[in-house]
């Protein structure tokens, strides 16, 4: 179904969670911008909150997260969170809405229950919500019933599990196991707590994984009745994450396996009714994530691909990224000195980029060809980024169609790397990034 073309497949690409990206951030960002934009922040809000902590740690995981085996550490975290809580709650105009609220981490089920309703509760007193989304990432192996009275109570109606496969050798090897009957409960408390959009995370290009390791996974996704799936290739940057130094990077599969487990995966869901979103999701029809794709309403935001329409989005929490029309802002990472920013009643952006007018164009087109395969694109920057995007035209992966660049449906793993034609930043970073598939 897919052509293979190795070498336009070996330059890695970013993932365009944002743009700029992350790798353009400078530290000429900090507090006080932060604090302008949020003061700006007008209309519909998004709202994203970050636990940096899970009870294990995963060998694979690339997430800025540490163990939770420490009470003291959760309680100094939450303390500080909630001070972050009130500085932004304060800063926001009168005529803001928050629509949309985001747990994510780490794991936001390492927190004890009752210590995330009080969190909770904060967001409830502090903001003005205007009958939000709520969206919650959770880690199976500490998924307990407890949580299911958790997640109704907060009206929670999306949640993601970190499964990434079902093959318990490959589990082994990656640091993360959990056995069949962890997952069918963690489902069964889900739905008992009226989740109707749940995502299982799945992944491929694991150590030793094969094709029948990978078809298998997703059957087992489908059975359980996930309405989404997120189908990730795993990035073994081991310079980057040490943990991952624990993964056996001999057994990785080769470029090759990659590209056709992906398209495996693709081949399959699709026959499964699973609508492909972008080059990495599937979605159920009637899952409001596909809704909006077919009503050209995706977009694009640092949890992927989303039907979130707010054009502010305020992270909150260590290492958390903030999004304005013209501005990117990133917490510290590190927690203690988080901490103590927020002690002494500062807000602790840290890092960022200033978005231009030119920033934003860019942004719009690398959004639109990665969310709908299309994108109008003036002749000045076609000319611009015609040297790049010409192996993929020789190839017959995009087009040319009255001032439109087209991606072919076929070319889905190539989208990102067809996006990064227009990315200018992309000729002077020497940041490594993820592989194309």
Known sequence: MWPYHPDLLAVPVPRYTSYPTAAEFGDDIGPADLADAISMATGEVSLYIHIPFCEKICWYCGCN?????????????????????????????????????????????????????????????????????????LDPRTLTGDWQAVLRGIGATHASMGVQTFAPRLQEAIGRVQPMEMIEKGVEILRGAGITSMNFDLMYGLPGQTMDDLEDSLGHAQRFGADRIALFGYAHVPGMF????????????????????????????????????????????????AVAARQGRLRR??????????????GMGASAISSFPGLLAQNEKNSGRYRMMLSQGDLTATRGKRRSIEDRRRGAIIEELLCRGRARVDAATLDAAHERLAPYLEAGLCSLDNGQVVIGDHAVPYARSIAAAFDPYRQQSARKFSSAI
């Open 242 to 289: 040490p943990r991952q130094r624990q993964i056996d990077a001999t057994d990785l599969p080769g470029s090759e396996a990659r590209f056709n487990m992906a398209a495996l995966g693709h081949e399959r869901l699709v026959a499964a009714g699973y609508q492909a979103i972008g080059f990495d999701h599937f979605a159920l029809p009637a899952d409001p994530l």
């Open 65 to 137: 997260t540490a163990a939770a085996n420490r009470k003291q550490r959760l309680d100094s975290y939450l303390e500080a969170l909630h001070r972050e809580i009130g500085l932004v709650a304060a800063l926001l105009p009168a005529n803001a809405r928050v629509t949309r609220i985001a747990f994510g981490g780490g794991s936001p089920n390492a927190l004890a229950p009752v210590d995330f309703v009080r969190l909770f509760e904060q967001l409830v007193i502090k903001f003005p919500l205007d009958a939000p989304t709520v969206s919650i990432e």
């Open 301 to 314: 935001n640092f949890q992927g691909f989303t039907e979130d329409q707010a054009t502010a989005l305020v």
